[in-house]
């Protein structure tokens, strides 16, 4: 198969390097020049524009985007459609969300497969998790590329219509920020509390065979062993936050509780503000009400 890939950034050239190992052709574009040079030493046949890499795919273009999710795919696309019929697919493999891969779906001349792509790039040697919506077929004819691109066939499954391959990647991301934060308020329990403990000891041991081994933790762990187990000057900011707050949307929309996804997400947010204006303000109420010493900036 000749597989089109658009984006060859720390995802899509993973997308490049499985598929050409898979024995596949690869035509490659990115903006960068440098990143175009890069896949074409890896074998990848060079484009020098959207148009330039269409022209170089022949009848029934198979086409996988993997650039920054929003604006970026809706310029791609545009770039692209004139160059599409029925018979052609295109995968977007980013974050991209769900409602607007439906609208991109309906306005898309080719088939259009949403992917919710996960494994992140250490997935260049394991392979991608990889959750798609879109027309049956579609996903049929595509799957030599999708048996590359993921782990091995139960890494990859069409999830039903059009959007639901991204709306469970939302829902994915939901939980690992709850994950995330699981695992982190245990280890400050542990590094504040009663013993002194070598934290990167305790994600090892709970690696090996605990009720909750994880990948996650096992990033902990590499946490631990390259930062130290206080994480040395780790900054307590965590930058991200749009799938999340996508996820927590869509449960409110969907009454459904989602206490845990939702409060990852405020710790994201409130990690961002070093002054946080609710605490001063709490701070000055208790005097108001008990008569309690504020405490001042200069104390
Ligand atoms: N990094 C990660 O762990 C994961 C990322 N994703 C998603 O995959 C998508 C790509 O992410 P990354 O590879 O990490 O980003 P990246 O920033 O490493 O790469 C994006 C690439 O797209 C190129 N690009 C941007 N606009 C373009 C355009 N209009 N035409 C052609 N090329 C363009 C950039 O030059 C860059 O090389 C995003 O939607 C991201 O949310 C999904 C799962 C995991
Ligand atoms: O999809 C991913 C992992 O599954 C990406 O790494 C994504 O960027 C994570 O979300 P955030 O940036 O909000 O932490």
């Known amino acids: 198969m000749q597989l089109g890939v658009i984006g060859l950034g720390r995802m ?10 898979a024995g596949h052709e690869v035509v490659a574009f990115d903006l960068s020049e440098e990143a175009v040079a890069a896949a074409a030493d890896a074998g990848a046949e060079p484009a020098e524009s959207v148009a330039d890499l269409a022209d170089r795919l022949g009848d029934d273009k198979r086409i996988w985007l993997m650039v920054p999710a929003g604006d970026a795919v809706d310029a791609t696309l545009d ?3 004139p160059h599409l019929d029925a018979d052609d697919v295109v995968v977007d493999g980013g974050n991209s969300h769900f409602e607007a891969s439906v609208r991109r779906a309906e306005a898309c001349s080719a088939a259009y497969l949403d992917c919710g792509t996960s494994g992140g790039p250490a997935g260049a040697e394991l392979g991608f998790s990889l959750m798609i919506g879109g027309p049956q077929w579609a996903y049929d004819e595509m799957t030599p590329v999708f048996d590359a691109v993921a782990t091995n066939p139960d890494g990859h499954d069409r999830m039903g219509e059009a959007g639901s391959g991204h709306y469970v990647k939302m829902v ?3 939980v690992e920020y709850a994950l995330m934060q699981a695992y982190g308020e245990g280890f400050e329990l542990l590094a504040e509390g009663r013993y002194d403990l070598n934290l990167e000891a305790v994600a090892r041991t709970w690696n090996n065979g605990a009720v909750i081994r994880s990948w996650l933790l096992e990033l902990c762990e590499e ?6 187990t206080d ?3 780790v900054d307590d900011h965590i930058a991200g936050g749009s799938t999340g707050t996508w996820t927590v949307q869509e449960a409110l929309e969907q009454e459904v509780p989602v206490p845990l996804i939702y409060q990852s ?12 204006f609710s605490r001063r303000l709490a701070n000055r109420l208790r005097y108001g009400f008990g ?3 504020v405490a001042r900036k200069d104390d």
């Open 291 to 293: 008569r309690h010493e």
């Open 231 to 233: 994480l040395g000057d």
């Open 12 to 21: 899509g050239r993973i997308v490049v390097d499985r598929v050409l190992d």
């Open 265 to 276: 997400l405020a710790e994201r947010f409130g990690s961002r503000a070093a002054d946080r």
């Open 223 to 228: 946490a631990f062993r390259e930062e130290g």
């Open 79 to 81: 770039d692209l459609d």
């Open 172 to 174: 994915h991301n939901g």
